[in-house]
Every structure is written in C-alpha cells, then in structure tokens.
C-alpha cells in the first residue's frame, strides 16, 4: 500500500518506477518509516479480532432443513461447519481456544476441467491452464462460506466463484465437479422445496 514500517521499511520500487524510488525511502530502508511501531501494533489488533456477521434465522424450520440437506449432501466434507483455534501466547488471548465456524477446510481440492484456471501464458498469444505454486488449474481452496449469505447484500452485483461466473449460490454449487460431483449430484436430486431449504440455510450463514 505504498506504506513503510519496520518490518518493511522500504518501498519496493521496482527499476520501472522512476518516480517511486526518488522518493525519501524509496528502496533505502535506513530512511526511516512512515508507520510507528506502535500504531502498526494497533492496526494489527484491531484487523485480527473483526469478527464475521452473526448468522440469521438459525431457528427458521426451513434453516433447519437445509443444514441437514447440506450435511446430507456431503458439503460439510471439504465446507467443515466447526474448528477451534489453537492455544494462543498472551498477546492473542483473545483468539485463543475460540469455536469458530468457517465452513471450510482450507484444503486444496480437485474441482474438474470447468473450473479450472484458464489464465493468458506469457510466451504465446493462447489460453493455457496453467499452475500455482503447488495447485494446479483444477484445485482450489475450499472458500469459508460465513457471510455468503450477506454477499449480494452489501453488493447487489456481487458473483460468486473464483473468477464470478456464477450469478448466484446455485449456480455456484451446479459448477462444482471433481471431488465434488457427487455433492453436486445430491443436490440435483433435491427437489424445489429442499434446494430452496438448502438455499435459505446458506444465506443464513
């Protein structure tokens, strides 16, 4: 953010940006820093302890049924409704021990050829599938699902999935495919009231 502290006391400029390393501490990590240590301190205790939206309606009968079906589905195998944080030093006391509930695994997994990356290879004028570090195009992070529910309520445009195709939650599920095909599968047998159950559990995470 263009910001310097003492853990990164430089700039970073790369030999492109001219004007960026004319600055004072341009990439001259002796030249002082613009953010205290105490101030970073703060800004980093208050960033740790933002808590997720509380869930909504969780005693709607309908809510009820659709955390069963999700169950029922095999979603909770790769989205883990339940984790608790581990012991933490004095200085984090606050996250210590805590039961949170992120529903995710934070596991790569094989999500089949359709929602696999397609990003542009430098060295030709084509779309490849390309690797990340240890992932290839077909794996992905399982995403925390708290506060989906909330999504297109603070942004009525918002998609979903990696890169935004899909429009809305369903849709989102239906693209699932690889590890998670027989998942999606359960969830095409559902019929309109269960997938609106399904939905409704969704949205009150």
């Given at each position: 953010?263009?910001?310097?502290?003492?853990?990164?006391?430089?700039?970073?400029?790369?030999?492109?940006?001219?004007?960026?390393?004319?600055?004072p501490?341009?990439?001259?990590?002796?030249?002082?820093?613009?953010?205290?240590?105490?101030?970073?301190?703060?800004?980093?205790?208050?960033?740790?302890?933002?808590?997720?939206?509380?869930?909504?309606?969780?005693?709607?009968?309908?809510?009820?049924?659709?955390?069963?079906?999700?169950?029922?589905?095999?979603?909770?195998?790769?989205?883990?409704?339940?984790?608790?944080?581990?012991?933490?030093?004095?200085?984090?006391?606050?996250?210590?021990?805590?039961?949170?509930?992120?529903?995710?695994?934070l596991?790569?997994?094989?999500?089949?050829?359709?929602?696999a990356?397609?990003?542009?290879?430098?060295?030709?004028?084509?779309?490849?599938?390309?690797?990340?570090?240890?992932?290839?195009?077909?794996?992905?992070?399982?995403?925390?699902?708290?506060?989906?529910?909330?999504?297109?309520v603070v942004?009525?445009?918002?998609?979903?999935?990696?890169?935004?195709?899909?429009?809305?939650?369903?849709?989102?599920?239906?693209?699932?495919?690889?590890?998670?095909?027989?998942?999606?599968?359960?969830?095409?047998?559902?019929?309109?009231?269960?997938?609106?159950?399904?939905?409704?559990?969704?949205?009150?995470?």
């Open positions: 953010m263009g910001l310097t502290t003492s853990l990164f006391p430089a700039e970073g400029c790369t030999t492109a940006q001219v004007t960026c390393r004319q600055l501490n341009g990439n001259d990590p002796q030249s002082g820093v613009e953010v205290r240590d105490d101030i970073l301190d703060f800004v980093t205790h208050y960033v740790s302890n933002l808590a997720v939206p509380a869930r909504r309606e969780v005693n709607a009968s309908e809510v009820i049924m659709g955390q069963q079906l999700f169950r029922d589905a095999g979603c909770s195998g790769c989205h883990v409704e339940r984790f608790v944080t581990a012991e933490q030093g004095p200085a984090r006391i606050e996250q210590s021990r805590q039961i949170i509930r992120p529903y995710t695994d596991l790569l997994h094989d999500m089949g050829p359709e929602l990356d397609r990003r542009l290879d430098g060295t030709a004028a084509s779309v490849n599938h390309l690797s990340e570090g240890l992932a290839n195009a077909q794996e992905w992070r399982t995403p925390p699902l708290w506060g989906i529910g909330l999504t297109q942004n009525a445009e918002a998609t979903f999935l990696h890169d935004g195709r899909a429009r809305s939650i369903m849709e989102a599920i239906l693209w699932h495919d690889g590890e998670a095909a027989g998942s999606r599968s359960h969830v095409l047998g559902y019929d309109a009231t269960q997938r609106q159950a399904l939905l409704a559990f969704l949205n009150s995470l």
